[in-house]
């Protein structure tokens, strides 16, 4: 049980990556009055825990009222991933997800709930987590509780890592950090296509 629980929390801060988002949310909240920052980070953070955390119960069923499968969601998630982690290797001046807010706009849900935190991996993720016995549906909970408390202590102090490191070293991470993402999105993408052809020939993956 102990395993599953550490596993569990090792899945989830990975797929949603506090870390590798530090530079979107310098770059998105540079726009934003500093004496609101520290609240917009809160605020997108508690988004991304509720959306993920609904996602967990009842995402199973939502697909079901759309007439949606798991694997409609890697190859999709996959796709939009990839986008992303092409943005990341090849920055734009209109950085990642467009051009930023402007005259002191505050980004909401997006980009930094959905998908910077709660993105298609995530998604999944623990959509998974609910068709799955190994632990009471109460750890998982637990366990996303604590990847949250990780995002706040790490997108809290993105100002201080970026003075401490310098644009150059987080410009340098970003781009590492968007080989990485493209290597989970073809991945995704495969495991999705690879689900679906063995569905169609009637052979379990």
């Given at each position: 049980?102990?395993?599953?629980?550490?596993?569990?929390?090792?899945?989830?801060?990975?797929?949603?990556?506090?870390?590798?988002?530090?530079?979107?949310f310098i770059s998105t909240l540079a726009h934003v009055k500093?004496?609101?920052?520290?609240?917009?980070?809160?605020r997108e953070c508690l988004i991304a825990f509720f959306l993920l955390l609904m996602f967990m119960f009842g995402g199973r069923y939502f697909l079901e009222a759309l007439q949606l499968t798991s694997t409609s969601l890697r190859i999709g998630?996959?796709?939009?991933?990839?986008l992303i982690a092409l943005k990341m290797v090849f920055p734009s001046a209109d950085g990642i997800f467009?051009?930023?807010?402007?005259?002191?706009?505050?980004?909401?849900?997006?980009?930094?709930?959905?998908?910077?935190?709660?993105?298609?991996s995530a998604l999944v993720t623990v959509l998974l987590f609910s068709t799955s016995h190994r632990m009471s549906m109460w750890l998982y909970v637990i366990a996303?509780?604590?990847?949250?408390?990780?995002?706040?202590?790490?997108?809290?102090?993105a100002e201080r890592l970026l003075q401490a490191l310098g644009p150059a070293v987080i410009t340098a991470f970003e781009r590492l950090m968007g080989l990485i993402l493209t290597a989970l999105?073809?991945?995704m993408l495969l495991a999705g296509?690879?689900?679906?052809?063995?569905?169609?020939n009637g052979v379990s993956p």
């Open positions: 049980m102990t395993e599953n629980f550490f596993q569990t929390f090792v899945l989830l801060l990975l797929v949603t990556d506090p870390f590798g988002n530090v530079p979107l500093p004496e609101r920052r520290s609240r917009v980070v809160v998630g996959g796709v939009i991933l990839f467009g051009p930023a807010p402007q005259h002191g706009g505050e980004p909401l849900i997006v980009p930094l709930a959905i998908p910077a935190l709660a993105g298609p996303l509780m604590m990847v949250a408390a990780v995002w706040l202590m790490v997108l809290l102090s999105a073809i991945e296509i690879t689900t679906y052809i063995h569905g169609l």
